[in-house]
């Protein structure tokens, strides 16, 4: 295997540029555009067993627990079914009330996460059907589980997942739109549209890329400040603690990400001047409330950094900063808001004189518990 930063300074941002192919590899094979389905080959159970299921758990732990709570909105909205996401690392610990029509999905990029592979042994015991979304094939992951949908995202380098954490997004919207169209809860013309929705991903995503030099000079003004808020609703909180996430793993910067529901219920204490709050509202059902969040923030001092839909010139005038990301379908939006986020804090982290690709303290993989 050839592994360079294909002109990079760092593997990170190489991955990050890497993300339009990453999603591209993913779909391939399982996205059928000329018929407008899904074809999922490697799912190991029957369309009657897929009618029979109860509830889906979906498990992983940092980024790909952030994969899997974006998850949970995709499969309630587009399968049907009953879903809730876990840190793997909390699910080990408790006695889940799981059988045969539970489906349990770990997600992981290594495949070896050792508290990830644990909660997938008890997933075993307890006689659910396991599935998992990893990266890395012939990994301890694939082995356990009934069947794994690899995400063909190659390799990934950077210690702060990025791409790993698109292909996993990719995935997740092929498994619930593979299980959704099975179940008849999506009828023939709606899985097409959505399948059309998941070809413009890498496009999208693109779109932001093409505006990298943006976040280098945003981050020339933002980099001093010591603590950051990220805030997000319904698949958004899953990304603004993503966003989090990434910026105090390669940037040593205090981050917390929240879902802007509940800054009302403790975080606002923080706002001050010194606090820089990043939010995620994009024109969606929800960008009205955020946008709420936005002024309260703003009304107490706070700096606001905002990924906001172009042409949304209303929302621009209450932010300081501005992020503008292209208009997505509910779909794709999480996909298309992660990566505003990733590049913030590269750049962040960059100006900071961190090592981006290796940060202190971190693994790839924490095979140990
Ligand atoms: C991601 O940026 C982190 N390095 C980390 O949270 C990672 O996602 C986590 O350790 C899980 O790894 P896995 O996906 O290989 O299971």
Do not use: W
Request: aromatic share 6%.
């Amino acid at each position: 295997i050839v592994v360079d930063k294909g002109g990079h300074r760092h593997f990170m941002l190489k991955e990050i540029m890497d993300q339009p192919q990453a999603m591209t590899a993913a779909l391939k094979d399982r996205a059928d555009f000329a018929n407008g389905r899904v074809n999922l080959p490697e799912f190991p159970l029957s369309p009657a067993d897929v009618m029979q299921l109860e509830r889906v758990v979906l498990i992983g732990c940092g980024t790909s627990l952030h994969a899997a709570q974006v998850g949970r909105h995709y499969i309630e909205r587009l399968a049907g079914i009953p879903a809730e996401a876990e840190s793997a690392s909390e699910f080990r610990y408790r006695d889940p009330i799981i059988g045969p029509r539970t489906l349990v999905v770990s997600i992981g990029q290594s495949g070896e996460t050792a508290d990830t592979v644990a909660a997938m042994h008890l997933a075993r015991e307890k006689g659910a059907t396991l599935i998992t979304i990893c990266n890395a094939e012939e990994s301890q992951a694939a082995r356990v589980a009934d069947g794994a949908l690899y995400m063909h995202a190659g390799l990934e380098v950077g210690v702060a997942s990025t791409k790993t954490f698109v292909a996993s997004l990719t995935i997740l919207q092929l498994l619930s739109v593979y299980l959704g169209q099975l179940r008849g809860k999506l009828d023939a013309e709606t899985t097409r549209r959505l399948v059309d929705q998941m070809a413009r991903g890498p496009g999208l995503i693109g779109e932001v890329l093409a505006e990298a030099n943006l976040y280098s000079s945003l981050a020339r003004r933002i980099g001093h400040y010591d603590n950051f808020l990220f805030l997000g609703r319904g698949a958004n909180a899953a990304i603004a603690s993503e966003g989090a996430l990434k910026l105090k793993e390669i940037s040593y910067i205090h981050a917390e990400g929240y879902p802007a529901g509940e800054m009302k219920h403790g975080p606002i204490a923080l706002i001050d001047p010194e606090m820089c709050t990043v939010a995620l509202a994009p024109r969606d059902d929800l960008r009205d409330k955020t946008l709420s969040n936005i002024k309260e923030v703003k009304a107490r001092g706070g700096l606001v950094v905002a990924v906001l839909t172009k042409g949304d010139d209303e929302a621009a005038s209450e932010v300081d900063f501005p992020l503008f990301i292209p208009q997505a379908p509910d779909l794709l939006m999480p996909l298309v808001t992660t990566v505003p986020l990733q590049l913030l804090s590269y750049y962040i982290a960059l100006l900071r004189g961190c090592d981006v690709d290796q940060p202190r303290n971190l693994a790839k993989s924490v095979t140990v518990e």
